[in-house]
């Protein structure tokens, strides 16, 4: 089972500034509380391609679980561990091309995949008469424009294989007794497809209001990077830092 979510915005803010917020949007809670969830942020490899001139990165995120608590309180102990404070690492990978002009994000869950999987694919742009960022590719994507916006198509692809499992752990020889909702059990009732259907549907909505969150939190940072610029922001998450330390 697979279901898909599919969003598209528009920051009030150049290409390039947008882009640089993308990278700053965990810096620090104080200055985006909204990423309070993001308990540390590591980069694993940047580097720039001199052919192409395009910025590859891969960082790290280790969040407080995105897993929808009602989908926790559901899943047996043996796949949660009994603990609904779970930690969960996000993996993102991006490329940017400030010569073309669009930023590619793909950011995906390395914990809980056998329950839910959660791939989170983002086109940056600017946007462009003959050129839409919902159906831009990034070859296609079109060259900075001078009026100050970027648009952002969001698509999010939630896989459950729960169903699957919990079917294969309860015995192969009886998949029509619990598709066909017989059995005692909640998962027997609710069948395997009907566990995916639920998980997906309950991620999803939780998605999409963490969405917006995500985009308050771009448009705090935004709005500090045009008040104090890139070194305003970067003294005042370095105070927010020595802050954090203190308090410890």
Same mark, same amino acid.
């Given at each position: ?18 882009? +640089? ?18 308990? =540390?942020?590591?980069?694993?490899? =940047? ?62 869950? +390395? ?5 839910? =999987?959660?791939?989170?694919?983002? +086109? ?37 294989? +729960? ?86």
């Amino acid at each position: 089972m697979v279901l898909t979510h599919t969003t598209n915005h528009t920051y009030n803010h150049p290409f390039p500034t947008v882009t +640089l917020a993308f990278f700053l949007r965990y810096c620090s809670p104080q200055l985006n509380p909204f990423a309070n969830h993001v308990l =540390s942020t590591d980069t694993i490899s =940047s580097h720039l391609d001199p052919e192409t001139g395009r910025l590859h990165t891969t960082r790290i995120h280790l969040k407080k679980s995105r897993m929808p608590p009602a989908v926790m309180k559901l899943l047996p102990t043996s796949l949660t561990g009994g603990a609904s404070d779970k930690a969960s690492y996000i993996l993102e990978t991006s490329v940017v091309d400030m010569r073309e002009g669009w930023m590619s994000t793909e950011s995906r869950n +390395l914990n809980f995949v056998g329950v839910l =999987s959660v791939i989170e694919k983002q +086109l940056y742009a600017a946007p462009s008469k003959t050129a839409n960022a919902t159906t831009a590719t990034p070859a296609a994507a079109p060259a900075t424009s001078s009026n100050g916006t970027t648009d952002v198509a969001t698509t999010v692809v939630f896989r459950s294989r +729960l169903g699957d499992r919990i079917r294969d752990r309860l015995g192969q020889h009886q998949p029509a007794q619990q598709d066909s909702g017989e059995g005692g059990g909640w998962f027997s009732r609710l069948g395997a497809r009907g566990i995916q259907r639920s998980i997906e549907s309950l991620a999803s909505t939780k998605t999409q209001d963490q969405l917006g969150k995500s985009r308050e939190g771009m448009r705090m940072i935004l709005e500090r990077l045009r008040q104090s610029g890139v070194i305003g922001v970067l003294e005042l998450r370095k105070m927010a830092r020595e802050r954090s330390m203190e308090a410890v």
